[in-house]
């Protein structure tokens, strides 16, 4: 089983509107966590990262982070189509800072 | 931007065969991984490296095995491939202080 738990599978969203993607793990040693961003035939790349509790802001993109509930969510506002994409969530144990497990994915489309 | 680079792109393999696959990078980084995706299951890890001459396995090792000859360098090798092993498979480089892991551009192997 995945110990790394992502919701939606797939989400649409208008352009400009608010996408919100969630990440869950299942593994209590876990405290890290990074969400990366994959364009459709290219490699992941990194978007955000938090490992303390609480709120992150880069731009359009939001993190927030619950360690109590290992429970991290990335908002995205006011979407554009350049933002469709499979956004991944990975989470690593204190003492892996780099080996990372990353969960399925959410498959985000933002329709002009 | 750190480069990472993965060789062969495509290969087309034949059930039971011997694939190598090659990855290079020249960040000077200590920490490389192989990865593979598949649909519905994300990037799930197979060997990593936390220097030259070190291997070790990652959450699906099982029909492969890894080779780091160098800094540079980190081989994924198929002895006898099947045809569950058909995905596209990622190499990542990275240290802690980079707070992010560098992919390559992917090799997309199909056994028959």
């Known amino acids: 089983q995945q110990k790394v738990q992502q919701s939606p599978e797939s989400l649409i969203v208008p352009e400009g509107g608010m996408a919100s993607l969630n990440c869950t793990s299942s593994d209590r040693n876990v405290d890290y966590f990074w969400w990366y961003r994959q364009h459709s035939g290219k490699s992941p790349k990194m978007l955000m990262s938090i490992f303390s509790n609480g709120e992150k802001e880069e731009g359009r993109f939001t993190v927030h982070l619950n360690k109590a509930s290992l429970h991290t969510s990335l908002h995205i506002r006011d979407s554009q189509p350049s933002d469709s994409a499979l956004y991944l969530c990975?989470?690593?144990?204190?003492?892996?800072?780099?080996?990372?497990?990353f969960g399925a994915g959410t498959r985000l489309a933002v329709c002009p | 931007e750190a480069a990472v680079t993965q060789s062969p792109r495509n290969k087309v393999a034949v059930t039971g065969g011997k694939v190598t696959l090659s990855c290079n990078q020249t960040?000077?980084?200590?920490?490389m991984y192989w990865y593979r995706q598949d649909t519905g299951h994300g990037l799930r890890l197979i060997h990593y490296?936390?220097?030259?001459?070190?291997?070790e396995k990652g959450d699906i090792p099982d029909g492969y095995k890894a080779s780091r000859p160098s800094q540079e360098n980190f081989s994924l090798i198929l002895e006898l491939a099947t045809p569950s092993q058909t995905s596209v498979y990622f190499c990542a480089s990275g240290d802690r202080g980079q707070n992010t892991l560098y992919f390559g551009a992917g090799t997309r192997l199909s056994v028959l």
């Open positions: 960040n000077n980084h200590n920490n």
């Open positions: 490296s936390y220097g030259a001459g070190s291997t």
């Open positions: 990975a989470a690593s144990l204190s003492g892996s800072f780099n080996k990372l497990t």
